[in-house]
């Protein structure tokens, strides 16, 4: 090596040796640096990032309550509590969601409706919520899943109970339903009280009692490892569960009430005129809230949505009607009441009535005419001139003022929001709506229940009970326990309690006795239909409405638009006069035979209870 | 020359029990205590990194026994054959890694190993080993500091395994493997003009290298590195989650067996490259300042090992292994706490792993080697 004999070792050696020194203070100075990066973040930034541990590990769940039941007025069920495997997703824990899909369905088949659905929900969830795939697991599915869960992330399987309405379509709309929480529900719902829950109330008194029914979370803190999966619980407190309540309605009239309509379209509401309680409350057709529940996919929904019998409107209390001869005893008390008419005065009836200066030609509903008429054969017999004649004395604003203490033109206040008020006309209406004075004749029309005139079941049935019970106002209801938290929300200070109680005690008895003779005289108009074979006093009246369907602006086929131009057929009764039990309201929609329906229900309700009177009588 | 005879008479009658032995075994007993101590308190971590999988420790332990083994071994290796031999092992194993790119087997998207019968090998780990001694070996026949020319040779020398090896592609090695060669021209007294100028030339280098050469994967960790908030769920999320767990540790830790952290998984690889951020969470600053002193005793010793060297080969085949162990430790914890991009370099010694743990004791043998064996004379040559 020829380099070697030009080597210095020692220089060599020398210079080898600074350069290890400078190497060894490079390393301590590295070395240095990683000491002062540890102690930054182990002592200076300690307090930071030991919280993001915990962050990390720690979640705090809720715990949902249990939804309260509701019962009917002899302790049935109507809407209670099933236990339901559910299959659900945390989006934010999966990376390749369709992936995943594909995986769990590889394992358990999923439909197309139920990914539509899932998709439906995923659009509308909280951040990290876990977003239900599938219900009603059996146990062979959680199976399947639980022992692929290590490979299916942000996959989690959970009892919930969901709610169940054992009675289906026999209380869609006084019920209502619960439904799965969306972005318009987000809005009026405090997010800490649903943090575990993901259905709410959507109608109904499942709706109006919301508050009530749900109950407060509890919650519990848990471990949870990187995958989200909870290794173990810290701490807890339990939930409160949602109070039970107890409804007037009545599983067995309701039944009742349902079979009587049959097919037609129409509406029934029975209420106790003592309590206010209601005992019925019908729309038919109806629909399974059932369906509603763990989300309805949107091809069923749009098939009841559109469907021309609209089953999801509640007729009862929403549908709008012209009252027609139902509100006549309520014009007689308003006749007598302003002391325009004597109960003797009679007025000759041949068959129409003209307004002085007029040519048109107001026409009674027998085209004969019904001869030398009083107030009380006026009203048992249904005679229109009577009303036509006495109109103009009586004048809009008296009308209007009388009517509105029976409830007409405003909400009765039940206890559920799916209400309308109906229409009482005014002049101040009038001028407000189309500009215009108010014309005589439309007074005359107005006060046999015609014209711009409308009232819900609910207003007649509350209408009628106030004369059952000879002026005392009954608050409308549907839920047995006082709960003034939720009532005092409909029963504003615009609910009138003080109605008619002043009006004179012979003016009630009067027009009781004139309802009285609907049913039990021989001319009455209900009698041939029903009055025959009642074992008990009933008051009533009839009403045949001319109008056209509530569903309007919808295009029907021609057999069908005949249809729906027939008339409809109302009545209000209430029974026995005197001790009034029951008091109801029935509409049919294009179709007679309103009053068989309404007997069925009376007789339903008050032949077991006054067979058990008698028995103790005797 | 009466003085360094002093150090030697120290170092040969006041440290091993028995001098005779430890010269006739070519062991010293000083770095292999320092050795064991460290790899228990790695089994012992182990241990808690893996969840208390017992079989993994005894497999580890398993290693590490058949690496002590093999350091023995290798200390028995005079270091003057080594230096005879060496052109013939940088020969053969850059064949090895020409034959990586050419036959290798695929594994996680990096062609890295060459399929024997039986096992599976890894050609870089050796050169690992080779490459410190053919640079020693090489620039310890040239007058030094060395010329522009034998400058630009042993650069060629360092060249040709480091791009071999970030082709496979694996760029924590390659820089592992580079600077260890690096070392070796540095200790030789490359002059400050010609470090000066590298320095210079590394700006326009990085950005070739960024630009050019490095895969998009590379790229990414080191973006993620500089921001790892961009991608929290991703690729950030080891930065995020081991700095959680460092820093949660505090002063004193949570305990042993006690880190949420690594037991509930947060923490990813967590018996592998990023074992520190369990010792820092589960023992703290405490437990980390333990480490570094066992780390910094084992690296003093094979500083000692170096000045004490005889020959300047031995010199400088010790130097540049001690440094490269010092940057093994510097990479990894310098990556676990965030300091520096992730390139995959495990906690010499402690993290799991059989391959790593068997090259590293394996160069503890040539120190060993070069320590024990020695002309009396005095003289290399």
């Known amino acids: 090596m020829p380099q070697d004999t030009l080597k210095d070792h020692g220089a060599e050696k020398r210079l080898v040796n600074i350069r290890i020194w400078v190497a060894v203070a490079l390393m301590a100075l590295l070395g240095m640096g990683l000491i002062s990066r540890l102690f930054y973040l182990q002592v200076i930034r300690y307090k930071e990032l030991s919280t993001q541990s915990d962050d990390n590990r720690l979640l705090v769940q809720p715990i949902p309550p249990t939804r309260g039941l509701i019962y009917d007025t002899n302790g049935k069920l109507l809407a209670m509590n099933t236990p339901s495997h559910i299959l659900s997703i945390v989006r934010e824990q999966t990376r390749d969601l369709e992936g995943l899909l594909n995986s769990i369905n590889k394992l358990v088949p999923l439909s197309e409706g139920e990914r539509q659905r899932f998709h439906q929900r995923l659009g509308r969830r909280r951040p990290f919520e876990a977003v239900p795939l599938k219900f009603d697991l059996t146990d062979e599915e959680i199976a399947h899943i639980t022992v692929n869960l290590f490979r299916l992330p942000g996959v989690d399987i959970n009892a919930e109970l969901i709610r169940k309405y054992p009675e289906g379509e026999l209380f869609a709309h006084s019920v209502g339903y619960v439904g799965r929480i969306n972005d318009q529900d987000l809005k009026r719902l405090d997010p800490t009280i649903y943090s575990g829950t993901h259905t709410t109330g959507k109608i109904g008194v499942e709706r109006s009692y919301e508050s009530i029914l749900l109950g407060t979370p509890g919650y519990q803190e848990v471990e949870t490892n990187a995958r989200g999966r909870v290794l173990r619980v810290l701490k807890k407190s339990n939930p409160v569960p949602g109070q039970d309540i107890n409804l007037f309605l009545d599983i067995d ?130 005679n229109d001139t009577y009303f036509y004649i006495q109109a103009g004395k009586l004048g809009i604003d008296n009308l209007h003022d009388f009517a509105s203490q029976f409830g007409f033109g405003h909400r009765t206040g039940i206890d559920i929001r799916e209400e309308r008020p109906g229409l009482l006309p005014s002049r101040e209406w009038k001028q407000g709506i189309y500009g215009e004075t108010w014309y005589p004749g439309e007074t005359v029309i107005a006060i046999i229940g015609q014209g711009y005139m409308l009232a819900t079941p609910l207003q007649l049935v509350e209408s009628t009970a106030l004369i059952a019970n000879r002026g ?77 369907s509530i569903a309007q602006g919808e295009e029907y086929d021609a057999e069908q638009l005949k249809e729906f131009e027939r008339d409809h057929s109302l009545f209000i009764a209430f029974a026995p006069i005197e001790d009034p039990q029951i008091a109801v309201a029935v509409i049919l929609e294009n179709s007679k035979g309103a009053s068989r329906v309404a007997r069925e229900v009376t007789d339903a309700y008050l032949l077991p209870r006054l067979a058990q009177t008698s028995e103790e009588d005797t | 020359m009466a003085n360094q005879d002093f150090v030697r008479q120290i170092d ?127 620039l310890a026949r040239r007058r030094l500091p060395p010329s522009l020319k034998d400058v630009v040779l042993s650069l060629l020398l360092v060249a040709v395994p480091v791009v071999l090896i970030a082709k496979q592609p694996d760029l924590g090695t390659s820089i592992l493997i580079g600077s260890s060669g690096i070392f070796v021209l540095l200790l030789a007294g490359l002059r400050k003009r010609f470090i000066a100028t590298s320095v210079c030339l590394a700006v326009p280098a990085i950005y070739i290298l960024w630009h050019f050469f490095m895969y998009d994967y590379q790229k990414r960790r080191v973006l993620t590195f500089l921001n790892p908030e961009s991608d929290p769920w991703g690729s950030g999320w080891n930065i995020i989650q081991s700095t959680i767990a460092i820093g949660s540790g505090g002063l004193d830790g949570k305990g042993w067996l006690l880190g949420t952290q690594s037991h ?75 300091l520096l991009p992730v390139v995959g370099v495990p906690l010499p010694m402690v993290s799991r792993g059989g391959t790593s743990l068997l090259t590293l004791l394996a160069g503890f043998g040539f120190l060993m080697s070069i320590h024990t064996h020695r002309s009396f004379l005095g003289v290399s040559h």
């Open chain 1, 253 to 382: 009239l309701q039944e009742t009430a349902i079979k009587a309509i049959g097919d037609r379209r129409g509406a029934l509401v029975a209420m106790d005129p003592k309590t206010g309680g209601v005992l019925a409350m019908v729309s038919n057709p109806s629909f399974d809230p059932n369906l509603f529940v763990t989300g309805i996919d949107s091809k069923t929904f749009n098939a009841l949505n559109t469907d021309i019998e609209r089953p999801l409107y509640n007729r009862a209390s929403l549908g709008e009607y012209p009252p027609a001869s139902t509100v006549k005893p309520v014009m007689g008390l308003a006749l007598l009441a302003n002391d325009l008419v004597t109960p003797d005065e009679k007025i000759f009836d041949k068959g129409w009535f003209q307004l002085p200066g007029s040519d048109h030609r107001f026409r009674n509903w027998k085209r004969s005419g019904h001869g030398w008429v009083n107030l009380s054969k006026a009203i048992s017999v249904s």
């Open chain 1, 472 to 548: 005392r106002y009954v608050q409308p209801r549907l839920v047995k326990e006082d709960i003034p938290a939720v009532q005092g929300e409909f029963w504003g200070d615009d609910i009138e309690t003080d109605r008619a109680e002043d009006t004179d005690a012979m003016n009630w008895e009067l027009i009781i006795s004139a309802m009285e003779d609907v049913v039990h005289h021989r001319e009455g108009t209900a009698h041939w239909s029903i009055g025959r074979g009642l074992k008990y006093r009933m008051a009533a009246k009839t009403g045949t409405a001319q109008v056209v």
């Open chain 2, 12 to 138: 040969l009658h006041g440290f091993g029990r028995s001098p005779g032995l430890a010269m006739r075994w070519h062991i010293d007993f000083v770095l292999l205590g320092f050795l064991l101590l460290l790899c228990a308190a790695g089994l012992f971590l182990l241990y808690s990194a893996t969840g208390q999988d017992m079989s993994v420790v005894i497999r580890q332990a398993t290693y590490l026994s058949v690496s002590l083994v093999a350091m023995l071994l290798v200390a028995q290796i005079p270091p003057r054959m080594l230096m005879q031999l060496a052109m013939w092992f940088y020969a053969g194993g850059v064949l090895l890694l020409v034959a990586v790119l050419l036959v290798g087997v695929e594994s996680k998207g990096a062609q890295r190993w060459l399929q024997l019968p039986g096992f599976r090998f890894q050609p870089s780990e050796v050169i690992k080993l080779i490459m410190p001694i053919t640079m020693a070996a090489f």
């Open chain 2, 264 to 338: 509930l998984d947060f923490l990813p690889e967590s018996h592998t490259d990023f074992i520190l951020a369990v010792l820092a969470e589960e023992f703290g600053l405490i437990g980390c300042l333990t480490l570094f002193v066992l780390y910094a005793l084992i690296l003093g010793r094979g500083i000692f090992i170096t000045l004490n060297a005889d020959t300047l080969f031995g010199r400088l085949l010790a130097g540049s292994i001690t440094l490269t162990f010092f940057v093994y430790i510097f990479v990894n914890v310098g990556m676990v706490s965030g």
